[in-house]
């Protein structure tokens, strides 16, 4: 069983659309949780950081934790063509200085 | 803002060749990482370094890699007799390590092409 689980997408919304995208993950000792986001050949960009479970809002981004069920969300409200990018989770355990990425998904915002 | 850097943005080589790839991690971070992306492929990770010395590394990171802070602000990447499967974006990384909760910052990446 892979570490961290992210459906791959493509997902394709129109604008203004709420945007869900999520990751499963199978180790318990996963403390912190990253959302970034990748446009094509760049770098990823962090968007959201949380730690253990909880919501966090940053703008029209929220980021979920569900550490019972192994599962982080992240959405993103009023969705825009400029959101159109690769989104990564990623996460490490407490003290463990290795961070797990998932797959991404690959999301298209239509104008 | 502070950004983590990375030289050359590409990098073309014959296989075989050696090569160094170089970053320019945020002023006053601890921890230094490389990851690699194939095109189209997921990020892996490939090691972590902190004080100066190895933290972490993967499986991919074998004795054909090494890593090396030569002064107080670069942190290299060696690759030795490349292989054409070695062809992928080439990400550092860096991490304030001041807390627990920190989380890490990534360079634009160099594109290693191997033929």
């Known amino acids: 069983q892979k570490e961290v689980e992210q459906d791959p997408g493509p997902l394709s919304v129109p604008e203004g659309a709420i945007v869900s995208l999520n990751c499963t993950y199978s180790?318990?000792?996963?403390?912190?949780f990253m959302w970034y986001r990748q446009y094509s050949r760049k770098g990823p960009e962090l968007l959201m950081y949380t730690y253990s479970s909880g919501n966090k809002e940053d703008g029209r981004f929220t980021a979920q934790v569900d550490k019972s069920s192994k599962y982080i969300s992240l959405f993103i409200r009023d969705s825009q063509p400029s959101d159109s990018a690769t989104y990564l989770c990623a996460m490490r355990p407490y003290n463990f200085n290795k961070f797990y990425f998932g797959s991404g998904t690959k999301l298209n915002v239509k104008p | 803002e502070p950004e983590v850097t990375q030289t050359p943005s590409h990098q073309v080589t014959q296989m075989g060749q050696e090569v160094i790839l170089r970053c320019v991690p945020i002023s006053n971070h601890l921890y230094f990482y490389w990851y690699r992306q194939i095109l189209g492929q997921k990020v892996e990770f490939l090691v972590s370094f902190y004080n100066n010395e190895i933290s972490e590394k993967s499986e991919i990171f074998d004795d054909q890699f090494s890593v090396e802070r030569p002064d107080g602000s670069n942190f290299t990447l060696k690759i030795r007799s490349t292989k054409l499967e070695d062809s992928a974006m080439y990400f550092c990384?860096?991490?304030?390590?001041?807390?627990?909760?920190?989380?890490?910052?990534f360079g634009p990446g160099t594109r290693l092409t191997v033929l």
């Open positions: 990384a860096s991490r304030p390590g001041t807390r627990a909760t920190d989380t890490q910052y």
């Open positions: 180790n318990s000792a996963f403390q912190y």
